[in-house]
């Protein structure tokens, strides 16, 4: 082994297996060990992600193992933690424990976050650390900023209130998830019905009812508006909307009766602001909108980006950079080669430090998600799309603003007004970056129409006509509204400068929403049509059956949301936060053994555990979710393994066709496939015994199985 730089002998603990090699290359610990990397003074070892969790309440009493509601509340007189029940985590575990025995430092390069810091924390405390503890702390896994990040090392006491946050959070969680949990599900289900109570995801489950039961009780209705065209421009009656069409074609009668004028005609130059650059939840929500990923998937995808050294570190709620990042933006653009048409504008003059990008004020621990500059190889369609939005968002954010023109013309019909707006890009600034997409229009945001030249007081000739509408019931959820909805606690915000306020009201943490909504699809509360998210009967009645207004209320939960981040940053006592915990549930279990209103059964689902908790409680057994059809669009190739199948016109095929060749034909052999014998092929290589197969060159009718060969073409088997 390499001597020692300074006698002394660190551990490094990093949170993934690959994380630990980038971070042993880097300080040269070559020599691979069962569970680390060592050399040159340093011992490298990994976790997997959570190695330890809060004790189960059977832990603490054994009377604690039953469900009853005499037993509630449960309020342990400390709380423990104990290793997850799982042989790759205790043999690991095993690993680091005598690695921190024998050592004279720790080094913590877990996740730099609130959930970083406490998987590390729990695991030093469970392997009884007593050396000195140093924080590595970087914004992203590039060589560089290892290298950079190893140099300035902090002390492990400088986080020690991002920790108290992070261990508030899960004591709440576990004070309210495992009784609440508990309580409603004695009280009210019947049978072996769990009903899931969590501190985010009732509040989140009580939105989408709220909206729910919004769009159920809504009836459409039939209204009619006059409109009129003059000089080929289409204007509207400034009048309320008409009920009763008897009254709409008197008024296109006296419409008839009248020359068109025109009243005023005003134009006004504006500025479209820039995108900001991405946080986590916005990351989510433009890529829900425009590719149908769900949050999980994104967080998913842009994890593996920021493991690959592409991105920064991407579970941040922040759009902003910090200052001391100003210089390094030109260096970081020009190693953005694919972009190299997109930056050049840019580079051509020195980077502008604007206060819409760069402000310490609106950084914490980490600035908002860009990237490296590393070049984007080796990535999968997904990431790629990903990868894609980041660049394009950052690229601009530094491009001149998009001057409009804003045209308000009035008219009028003897005494009827009229108005036509329209929006004229004069100079597209940002929105060159985007000229490759095909423009969605935002609601509430005017299309792009260039209207005639209006002189005030000009008359003429016109084409009135009634226009029939009816209302719209309100819109159901899609996850990117819901992810905006949690960051606001429930207010409809457009507004980027007031959603950067709200947001230490939002409910959940940007890096944990994702899992709350599928926590509520696998608890079948919710459920997806397309990109609608809908509240399922068993959902609807668990909210209905919740009175107490703390455990559904958006605000209300924006509020201990918020008490964490002060938490966070050293503003408030972790000790007063569970003690406000603790006397809720003490209230929450009174009002609810007392209440009197009656039982209701849902349907059974997989019994749930409290939210973030790796490790679920012992329930009854359920019975099992029948299997559902697979969606052959959601499978892998199964020649490349790497890209999805798409649906063609004869065949599903390999997305990457051209390179992999990869196809099912709709129709083999004479016979039209079913969905079973295609999602067979791709599961199993092989369909079940079938009649009436015609080979070609044979005249016979063969019987056995389609079989998938080792050269990926198919053949009859036995």
């Known amino acids: 082994m390499t001597p020692f730089i300074d006698g002394i002998m660190k551990v490094c603990i990093a949170e993934k297996p690959s994380v630990a090699r980038d971070i042993a290359d880097v300080i040269g610990a070559k020599q691979r060990r069962d569970g680390y990397y060592e050399g040159n003074g340093y011992q490298v070892t990994w976790t997997f992600g959570h190695f330890c969790t809060l004790k189960e309440p059977h832990d603490y009493t054994d009377q604690w193992k039953y469900w009853r509601l005499e037993d509630l509340p449960m309020i342990p007189p400390s709380f423990g933690i104990k290793l997850i029940e799982n042989d790759g985590v205790k043999k690991q575990f095993k690993v680091i424990e005598n690695l921190v025995k024998a050592c004279d430092e720790v080094i913590n390069c877990g996740d730099a976050g609130q959930e970083g810091e406490l998987i590390q924390r729990w695991v030093l405390q469970k392997a009884q650390c007593t050396v000195p503890v140093k924080r590595l702390w970087i914004s ?24 108290a946050a992070g261990s508030a ?17 004695k009280k009210f289900a019947s049978g072996k019905t769990v009903l899931s109570i969590g501190r985010v995801q009732t509040p989140t489950l009580a939105m989408i009812v709220a909206r729910q039961k919004e769009i159920n009780a809504f009836v459409s209705e039939e209204y009619y508006e006059l409109k009129t065209i003059y000089r080929e421009t289409e204007f509207t009656a400034t009048i ?7 009254r709409a ?10 020359p068109f004028e025109i009243t005023s005609a005003e134009k006004k130059e504006g500025k479209e602001g820039n995108p900001r650059l991405f946080d986590l939840t916005a990351l989510q929500v433009e890529a829900n909108k425009k590719y149908a990923y769900s949050a999980d998937d994104t967080l998913k995808y842009i994890q593996n980006l920021y493991e690959k050294k592409m991105v920064t570190y991407p579970r941040v709620d922040t759009t902003y950079l910090s200052e001391d990042l100003h210089p390094k933006i030109e ?17 051509a003059q020195p980077i502008p430090k604007l206060k819409t990008v760069f402000d310490d004020k609106k950084v914490t621990d980490h600035h908002a998600i860009i990237p490296t500059g590393v070049f984007p190889s080796n990535l999968n369609p997904e990431e790629k799309r990903i990868y894609d939005l980041v660049a394009r968002r950052f690229i601009a954010a530094f491009y001149p603003e998009c001057k409009i023109s804003n045209s308000t013309v009035m008219g009028k019909v003897g005494q009827v007004e009229f108005k036509a707006t329209g929006k004229q890009i004069l100079e597209p600034g940002w929105r060159e970056v985007y000229a490759h997409e095909k423009s969605e229009k935002k609601e509430g945001e005017e299309e792009e129409k260039v209207l005639p030249e209006f002189v005030a007081g000009e008359t003429g000739p016109h084409t009135p006509r009634v226009h029939q509408g009816k209302t719209t019931a309100p819109k159901a959820f899609t996850e990117a509204s819901l992810l905006r909805a949690m960051e606001t606690a429930g207010k409809q915000v457009d507004d980027e400068e007031v959603r950067e306020l709200l947001k230490d009201n939002g409910i959940g943490r940007p890096s944990t929403r994702a899992n709350i909504i599928e926590t509520l699809f696998r608890r079948k509360y919710i459920e997806k049509k397309k990109k609608n998210i809908y509240a399922t009967q068993t959902g609807i009645d668990l909210i209905d059956t919740i009175r107490t207004e703390l455990l559904k209320s958006p605000e209300l939960t924006g509020i201990w949301e918020r008490k964490l981040r002060q938490i966070e940053k050293g503003e408030y006592a972790i000790e007063t936060f569970k003690q406000e915990l603790i006397q809720m549930v003490i209230d929450l279990t009174i009002e609810v053994k007392t209440a009197t209103y009656k039982a209701i059964t849902i349907a059974p689902d997989k019994a749930p555990e409290p939210e973030e908790k790796p490790k679920k409680e012992a329930k009854p057994k359920e019975p099992k979710e029948p299997k559902k059809a697979m969606v052959v669009e959601e499978q892998h190739c199964p020649k490349c393994k790497e890209h999805l199948l798409l649906k063609g016109n004869s065949a599903y095929g390999c997305a990457n066709f051209k390179v992999c060749g990869f196809k099912i034909p709709f129709e083999i052999f004479g016979k039209k496939l079913t969905d079973k014998q295609i999602a067979d092929l791709i599961a199993k290589g092989k369909t079940t015994k079938v009649k009436g197969w015609k080979l070609p060159g044979k005249e016979e009718e063969m019987e056995g199985k389609l079989v998938l060969n080792a050269a990926f073409g198919f053949e009859i088997g036995n």
């Open 249 to 258: 074609q008197k008024g296109l009668a006296y419409l008839k009766e009248h």
């Open 240 to 246: 309320d909307r008409i009920k009763v069409l008897d």
């Open 169 to 185: 959070r899960a004591i709440g969680d576990w004070l309210l998830g495992m009784n609440a949990t508990r309580l409603f599900t």
């Open 331 to 347: 260096g970081i653009m020009r190693d953005m080669t694919p972009y190299a048409a997109l930056t050049a504008p840019v580079l």
């Open 140 to 163: 992203s896994l590039t060589e560089d900023a290892i290298r950079e990040g190893f140099q300035k090392l902090k002390e492990a006491e400088q986080y020690n209130n991002l920790y």
